[in-house]
Structure formats: C-alpha cells, structure tokens
C-alpha cells in the first residue's frame, strides 16, 4: 500500500524567507502527486500536482515543486514566503493502476508558522 | 458559482445518536469522497462513489454509512457504532474519471459528541 511521509510537524519561516517542505512516499509505480494547503478550520486547497513529464511543478500562489524518483521525494518550495503563506500544509498520493481503494492517501501534515 | 458546500459547519451529537452530515456539489463531478481529519493525523478515507448509486469502503468504514442517490449529494451518516466520532469531516469531489485529476474539497464539518 502507499503511504506518504511528512518529517516535519512544524516549520518556522521569516516572512520573505525560502521555503522547503518535505514529502517522501512509498508506491511501487510511478506515482500521481498532489500538494495541499488548508487555513485553519478550512477545507483543502489544490497548490500542485505531479502525474508525469517535467519532474519541476509550478503551482498556484508562487509555490512549485520537485519530483525525484530516485528520493521517493516530492519537496514543496517557494522562494520568499508571505505571512499569508501560514497554514497547514499536505502531501499526498493517489493509486495508480495497481488497484486499491480510489481516493487520496495523506500524510500528517506539516504546519508552517510565519515569523514577521 | 460552482463548488461544494458541506452542512451545518459545526454539528454536536450526544452519545448514541447517528447524525448525518451533509454534501451538495454543482460541478456536475461523478466521483466523491469522505474523508475524516484528526489532529496530526493527516486525512483518512472513509467512503467514495464513483458513480450514482455505488459507493465503496474506504480506509475507515467503520461506524458510517453512505448514500449517492442522486449525482450532487453524498451524505455521511455517523452511526451510535462509530466509537470515537469527534473529528473534522471533509468532502471532496474529483473532476474526471483519472485518478491523477484533481479533488476538490467543501469547507468542512466540525462534529463534536458530547
């Protein structure tokens, strides 16, 4: 089964700070990829996504992302992070065609804290 | 304006009562998804239906049950028989037929027992 990791709990960046988040992922294919923010209380929004060709993603609000296969790695980045950019963040995977259940498998999430 | 809208925000249940929550989209997406979110757990899968109709078990089934009888709504029932109900719900739908297309998620539902 896939399963997705996430080390970091919690992060803390000064505001116009680079970013890197840390997604690695267990899937014995090639994986389809997927980054999510979520405000507090909030649901979940789509920043990018990864199903094949170019391994570098760019996605909404400045974010973009790498695919390293040779990692299991999926790492969000932004150069100059906003305190706006405070939030919960998610990496996720969904099944390929080896079959299990449809949705997306998450992982814990890693909370981004903005210092001004 | 299209999207999903989830009801109420904020739901309370005594203990031993089901309590449905409810999900409505105008996307015109066939797939839809429950998923619940404890803290530092991430989202868990709970149930999705590919189609009207059909529905299937997800990571978590236990203690819920589902409906599609009708294209736009998904409602999740939370049975007396789930043990540890309190969580935030989410609902998503998913705009094609591939796994790699892209789900979209409602606001969320806050249940909390008391």
């Known amino acids: 089964a896939q399963s997705v990791t996430q080390p970091d709990i919690h992060i803390t960046v000064s505001e116009g700070a680079s970013l890197e988040l840390r997604c690695n992922y267990s899937?014995?294919?090639?994986?389809?990829l997927f980054w999510y923010v979520q405000s507090p209380g909030q649901g979940l929004q789509l920043l990018l996504k990864?199903?094949?060709?170019?391994?570098l993603v760019q996605g909404i609000k400045g974010f973009e992302a790498e695919f390293k296969r040779s990692q299991s790695s999926f790492n969000l980045r932004k150069p100059s992070v906003h305190w706006s950019d405070a939030a919960e963040y998610f990496c996720?995977?969904?099944?390929?065609?080896?079959?299990?259940?449809?949705?997306?498998?998450f992982g814990k999430g890693t909370h981004l804290i903005i210092q001004p | 304006d299209g999207g999903i809208t989830q009801s109420p925000k904020y739901l309370f249940r005594k203990e031993g009562q089901n309590v449905t929550l409810s999900c409505e989209q105008n996307?015109?997406?066939?797939?839809m998804y429950w998923y619940r979110q404890d803290p530092g757990q991430g989202l868990r899968l709970i149930y999705y239906?590919?189609?009207?109709?059909?529905?299937q078990k997800g990571d978590i089934p236990e203690g819920y049950s589902v409906s599609r009888e009708k294209k736009e709504s998904f409602p999740l029932t939370v049975t007396s028989a789930q043990k540890n109900p309190t969580a935030f719900y989410l609902c998503?739908?998913?705009?094609?037929?591939?796994?790699?297309?892209?789900?979209?998620f409602g606001p969320g539902t806050r249940l909390t027992v008391l």
């Open positions: 998503a739908s998913r705009e094609g037929q591939g796994v790699a297309d892209t789900q979209y």
């Open positions: 239906s590919q189609i009207v109709n059909d529905f």
């Open positions: 996307l015109n997406h066939d797939a």
């Open positions: 899937y014995g294919a090639t994986p389809y």
């Open positions: 996720a995977v969904a099944p390929g065609s080896g079959g299990g259940a449809d949705g997306l498998t």
């Open positions: 990864y199903f094949s060709g170019d391994t």
